[in-house]
T-cell receptor, first 111, second 115 residues
Framework: QKEVEQNSGPLSVPEGAIASLNCTYSDRGSQSFFWYRQYSGKSPELIMFIYSNGDKEDGRFTAQLNKASQYVSLLIRDSQPSDSATYLCAVKRSSASKIIFGSGTRLSIRP | DTAVSQTPKYLVTQMGNDKSIKCEQNLGHDTMYWYKQDSKKFLKIMFSYNNKELIINETVPNRFSPKSPDKAHLNLHINSLELGDSAVYFC??????????????FGPGTRLTVL
């Protein structure tokens, strides 16, 4: 079982709709959770981090964390073509300094 | 202005050669990393240095040797390059090395192609 699992996609969503990206992790000791966006040929950039159960909102982005189910998701409201990218989920234990990345979900927003 | 910079951006070389990639950050961060991203986009940590000290050394062939002359620089030297080393190598830095919240700032990447 991979430590951080994501559906590779591509996930195709119409412009203006909500895109929902999901991630599961295997280490129950994980404390911090991150979503990075990576455009083709570019480096990953942080969109959001979350470490408490529940929802965290930032503009059009909402991160949701459920530690009991070992599940973290990212919702993108009012999807725009510029949101088309690969989204990487990453997980970290508080006692270690290593972040484990998932293999990413490719999101495509169709006009 | 660039926060994390890497050189070169592209590197094409023959099998068996030795090459180096350089990384510099001007963010004042204590921790720097090297990641390898393969063709399937899987981003895997290789090494991490905190204030010039090696703190993470993943299962990486010893042909790969990181060097941190100071906390703003982390270089990666690769000996006897193999076809499987072809990938994009990202340098990253973060302000803390062990806290629960640890945002990583990535460099632009170095695309290494071994022929």
């Amino acid at each position: 079982q991979k430590e951080v699992e994501q559906n590779s996609g591509p996930l195709s969503v119409p412009e203006g709709a909500i895109a929902s990206l999901n991630c599961t992790y295997s280490d129950r000791g994980s404390q911090s959770f991150f979503w990075y966006r990576q455009y083709s040929g570019k480096s990953p950039e942080l969109i959001m981090f979350i470490y408490s159960n529940g929802d965290k909102e930032d503009g059009r982005f909402t991160a949701q964390l459920n530690k009991a189910s070992q599940y973290v998701s990212l919702l993108i409201r009012d999807s725009q073509p510029s949101d088309s990218a690969t989204y990487l989920c990453a997980v970290k234990r508080s006692s270690a300094s290593k972040i484990i990345f998932g293999s990413g979900t490719r999101l495509s927003i169709r006009p | 202005d660039t926060a994390v910079s890497q050189t070169p951006k592209y590197l094409v070389t023959q099998m068996g050669n030795d090459k180096s990639i350089k990384c510099e950050q001007n963010l004042g961060h204590d921790t720097m990393y090297w990641y390898k991203q393969d063709s399937k986009k899987f981003l895997k940590i290789m090494f991490s240095y905190n204030n010039k000290e090696l703190i993470i050394n993943e299962t990486v062939p010893n042909r790969f040797s990181p060097k941190s002359p100071d906390k703003a620089h982390l270089n990666l030297h690769i000996n006897s390059l193999e076809l499987g080393d072809s990938a994009v190598y990202f340098c990253a830095s973060s302000p803390t090395g062990g806290g629960a919240v640890d945002t990583q700032y990535f460099g632009p990447g170095t695309r290494l192609t071994v022929l």
